[in-house]
């Protein structure tokens, strides 16, 4: 059986797509393209903005003309049930809360979920779903409901299993991961939880997905200098201006902020921060985003993801006056766009002539491998003949057209 998975959105679907993707092969599924007529077609779809909508819907379309049966699954498949049958009314819809379930929906033998196998070298473990907080531009909360936490000792059997079958890192992900363990009676904290696995277990590396800044407490930065936690966080700031925060119902304002990146920088090591931005938000004139823009190039945070705003029916957002045109929107982004590059060349240079370990994901072409260094920077690796998965310690070169690469130093 030939299956294809199709992916839209955020690092949750991902992992939700690689579990699903995981459990197919090791069934005994052949997983292919779309252009090789899969017998099904899966799509893990997103709705977090209007262009994700459509996204969805043109992979849908795509689907549709080349695969037997098709899967829709996903965030956009909550409030469009009407617009995907539309499209045509073969199609099984799956939402998000039975996704686990789809491997039993293919040819509906009862299959086995594994839980220690991924096609990727990093697996993602999600530690939890849902969030409790009212973020007023956010449908994630919506579509995705109250914070769930997986138990602590089944996310320890998975951690062991894949270390036991060769992985050096797993990547806790969720949709808000610092609410771990808050549903749990009595409560623990994701500290507990990344404690837990430090002692539990030999995984050689743990990766935290994007964490919020108040849930940064001091506990969690002495964990970020433990040498088998990466240093690197993901840190949505969302805006550089304390009204437009507050419009967003997000519980911080910029002191704050700026406070815990510099407490990082000035404890981990070498530390790769990067943010969430949304520009255009209602009411966000140019002095707001100048705001946003003067916060940014003074932070010392290396990359950023820019998501234009947009309008999500159910959210407290929608209805706020003072929308920003797409005109301004996308010349906003530009500007942003071009301080996220030389901030982003910035750190990537001063990794020159450093030691990183790179976990090696694939083989590129002969002689040469690329993989992803504990402070997440992907980085081709010199040599012949490196195993997927394994982790190698390189010293970093910057070549003549200001290119990094890796030479392997020993294996780790
Ligand atoms: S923290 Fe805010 S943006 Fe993130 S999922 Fe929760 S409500 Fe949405």
Redesign the pocket.
């Known amino acids: 059986m030939k299956v294809s998975i199709l992916t839209l959105g955020c690092r949750m679907n991902q992992a939700e797509s690689s579990f699903i993707e995981g459990n197919l092969i090791r069934n005994g599924v052949t997983i292919v393209d779309l252009k090789d007529k899969p017998d099904y077609c899966i799509i893990n779809t997103c709705s977090v903005t209007s262009r994700s909508d459509y996204q969805s819907r043109q992979l849908i379309r795509k689907a549709i003309k080349s695969a037997s049966k098709v899967i829709v699954t996903g965030c956009y498949t909550h409030f469009n049930t009407d617009n995907i049958l539309n499209i045509n009314k073969k199609i099984t819809i799956v939402h998000n809360a039975n996704k686990n379930n789809i491997i039993n929906i293919i040819d509906s033998n009862n299959k086995t979920n594994y839980l220690s196998y991924s096609s990727n070298s990093r697996p993602y473990i999600i530690i939890q779903n849902g ?1 409790n ?3 007023s531009y ?1 449908i ?2 919506i579509v995705r409901g109250k914070s769930r936490s997986v138990p602590l000792e089944k996310i320890i059997e998975q951690v062991k299993n894949y270390s036991e079958a060769g992985y050096n890192e797993v990547v806790l992900t969720g ?2 991961i610092g609410s771990y363990g808050q549903d749990f009676n009595p409560k623990v904290k994701l500290s507990y939880l990344i404690k837990s696995i430090l002692n539990k277990t030999n995984i050689m590396r743990i990766r935290l997905s994007s964490l ?1 800044v108040t849930e940064i407490d001091d506990e969690i930065i002495e964990i970020m200098t433990d040498n088998r936690i990466c240093n690197h966080l993901h840190i949505p700031l969302q805006s550089g201006d304390d009204n437009i925060l507050k419009l967003m119902n997000r519980n911080y304002n910029n002191r704050i902020f700026s406070s815990i990146i510099e407490k990082l920088i000035n404890k981990v090591s070498n530390i790769n921060i990067g943010t969430d931005i949304i520009i255009g938000f209602p009411g966000e004139t140019n002095n707001e985003f100048n705001n946003t823009k003067r916060v940014v190039s003074d932070l010392p945070i290396n990359y950023m993801h820019i998501f234009p705003f947009s309008p999500r029916t159910g959210t407290l957002a929608y209805n706020l006056k003072n929308q920003i045109s797409s005109i301004e929107k996308k010349k906003r982004s530009l500007e942003l766009q071009y301080i996220n590059t030389i901030k982003k060349r910035n750190y990537y240079e001063k990794q020159n002539g450093k030691e990183l370990k790179i976990i090696i994901e694939k083989k590129v072409n002969d002689g040469v491998y690329t993989g992803t260094s504990e402070n997440f920077l992907k980085i081709p690796v010199l040599s012949n003949n490196l195993p997927l998965k394994s982790c190698i310690k390189v010293r970093v070169i910057k070549d003549e057209k200001n290119k990094l690469f890796g030479i392997p130093i020993n294996r780790t």
């Open positions: 969030c907080n009212k973020c956010c994630v909360r949709i808000h919020e």
